[in-house]
């Protein structure tokens, strides 16, 4: 049986009092339908799950590398709520928390911003004392996805990031999801989310016999690792979602459709290429069938760039041989990877 673990809320964090708000169209659409007659963790569940549906993570910040000492990423990490609105949507984890706090404030739900660099929200209700993280990225346990819930927000998986602190019968404090703590919530928000898996079974089963799968400037090739990059792309065609969600949803459906022997032939780099006047952010994602790839500085880095090489984009995969990816990974400053091999 679990118990609410309670500590004061500034242990946690500091207060944020906005004298700002964003739009008021946006007010609007974040507060649809909030179930007004229930419980304070339904409510700043439904605001959660509304908010996360109508922001999206800044492409700038993350292409930067969120190098804070730069004037220029400092702005868009400190960026006022007054600026967001529908059409303006880019936030940090920053400006995130202080959009949630504005809403929780609204209701009358007490809530902090934690003082790390990176930000999130504490707030108390029904006793429990709750942390809430749209920007971080997270485990789901039960389905082995890893991604954040501005990711899963937009491909209707349920959230990761609303978490309470609670005691099991071993007197052990841990985070506990929110629809593991037993509370009872509104119909509003307790929805049947579909799971990945279910979600990815019925999308490679629709696709798994069309071969148009049309990769950019892809060599002719029919052999499985081909199939299953270009089953990828097929996927995100049909999908509609923002180019920063696009990389984590792309691993997890590597995990998805390589088995464990061949996913250790993968390896992956962060990528950012000046488009027009902005930085835009990508992954490059490269298999080699020879080489396995060991885990350096939190990444999976290639030692060399044989084999294949495909750039992870909103579009869909772009295939790049091993001199373009060399010369693209160059040009987008990632200096410190050092990339060796034959014909290098």
């Not at 039960?142 to 071993?170: H, I, V």
Request: hydrophobic share 35%; with cysteine; aromatic share 12%.
């Amino acid at each position: 049986m679990l118990e609410p673990y309670d500590r004061p809320l500034e242990n946690f964090g500091h207060f944020f009092n906005p004298e700002v708000a964003p739009s008021k169209k946006f007010i609007k659409i974040v507060e649809k339908d909030l179930p007004l007659n229930s419980n304070d963790t339904s409510i700043a569940l439904k605001l959660y799950n509304n908010l996360n549906e109508r922001v999206m993570y800044s492409e700038k910040f993350l292409a930067l590398d969120q190098d804070l000492e730069i004037d220029f990423i400092k702005r868009i990490y400190d960026l006022p709520i007054d600026s967001i609105n529908l059409s303006n949507r880019e936030i940090t984890c920053n400006s995130w928390a202080k959009l949630y706090c504005f809403f929780l404030h609204r209701y009358n739900i007490p809530c902090v911003i934690n003082n790390a660099m990176h930000r999130s929200v504490y707030f108390k209700a029904d006793g429990y004392l709750f942390n809430a993280d749209a920007t971080e990225v997270f485990i789901n346990p039960k389905e082995k996805t890893k991604m954040n819930d501005l990711t899963r927000s937009e491909l209707g998986l349920k959230p990761c990031g609303f978490r309470a602190y609670a005691k099991d019968e071993n007197g052990i404090v841990d985070f506990v999801n929110v629809y593991d703590l037993g509370i009872e919530l509104a119909k509003e928000v307790d929805e049947d989310y579909i799971s990945f898996s279910k979600r990815t079974d019925r999308l490679v089963k629709e696709l798994i016999d069309c071969h148009s799968f049309n990769i950019k400037k892809l060599p002719e090739s029919s052999d499985k690792v081909v199939d299953n990059f270009s089953l990828i792309n097929k996927i995100l065609a049909n999908e509609s979602i923002d180019s920063v969600s696009v990389v984590p949803y792309v691993n997890n459906l590597i995990r998805v459709l390589f088995p464990y022997e061949d996913q250790k032939h993968l390896a992956y780099m962060k990528i950012r290429r000046q488009e027009e006047e902005d930085y835009k952010f990508y992954q490059l994602i490269n298999y080699n069938p020879i080489r396995r790839h060991s885990r350096n500085y939190g990444f999976l880095l290639p030692d060399s760039l044989e084999g294949y090489n495909f750039l992870c984009k909103q579009d869909g995969l772009e295939y790049f041989k091993e001199n373009r990816a060399k010369k693209l990974i160059i040009d987008s400053q990632n200096l410190f990877m050092d990339i060796k091999g034959r014909g290098m």
